[in-house]
């Protein structure tokens, strides 16, 4: 292994670290120190990587921010956009699900994305995770499937809010209990169903 792959493997772990750490203890209750220790390495050789706590959570948060993305826009979700709205979902889901199984690190990245979004936390890494919007995706997929009968009335921005926050509460429990099987993804789609 080259010391650049070296370097990108240790800071690889540092964030992994911090990202646990930072779901099961809190942000503000995890100190620098823990992170070093738990990685392991010395702090001083830490603060060459991530020159704060600050800077390490917004890292964190862009890469979230960067998956998000990725899931919603990639290869996968292009080729399911012309699907009908209800199948898109509950393929995204199954998407989503299957990878967060293969990366378990995926369910702390909820859980931390929505703990950012917060008041209280840094502002850099709280108004980055404040831009991931899958709520104006999904309310427009939703009133598509609205005009194709496929979905219930309702206001669309509600019903996508309500179906982010199931799959939100889904991904904390999984997070928590790593034994815990996704869901149907169909079940959460139903919500949505005449």
């Known amino acids: 292994m080259t010391r650049k792959e070296q370097k990108e493997e240790r800071r690889k772990a540092i964030l992994m670290t911090a990202l646990t750490l930072f779901v099961e203890k809190g942000y503000y209750d995890t100190k620098i120190t823990d992170i070093a220790a738990a990685v392991p390495m010395s702090t001083g050789l830490m603060f060459h990587y991530f020159e704060s706590k600050e800077v390490l959570l917004a890292e964190l948060v862009k890469m979230g921010a960067e998956g998000t993305q990725a899931l919603s826009s990639g290869p996968a979700a292009q080729a399911m956009a012309s699907a009908p709205a209800d199948q898109y979902l509950k ?83 999984m997070a928590m209990d790593k034994e815990m099987e996704a869901p149907d993804p169909e079940w959460l789609v139903a919500m949505l169903r005449k």
């Open 91 to 173: 393929g995204f889901l199954q998407q989503m699900f299957s990878y967060a199984k293969e990366q378990p690190w995926v369910f702390n990245m909820f859980v931390l994305m929505g703990q950012v979004r917060r008041s209280g936390m840094p502002e850099e890494a709280r108004s980055l995770a404040a831009s991931v919007n899958s709520i104006d995706f999904t309310a427009a997929l939703i009133a598509r499937g609205q005009k194709d009968g496929i979905f219930r009335e309702g206001d669309p921005v509600l019903m996508a809010r309500c179906f982010w926050a199931s799959v939100q509460g889904i991904m904390e429990e």
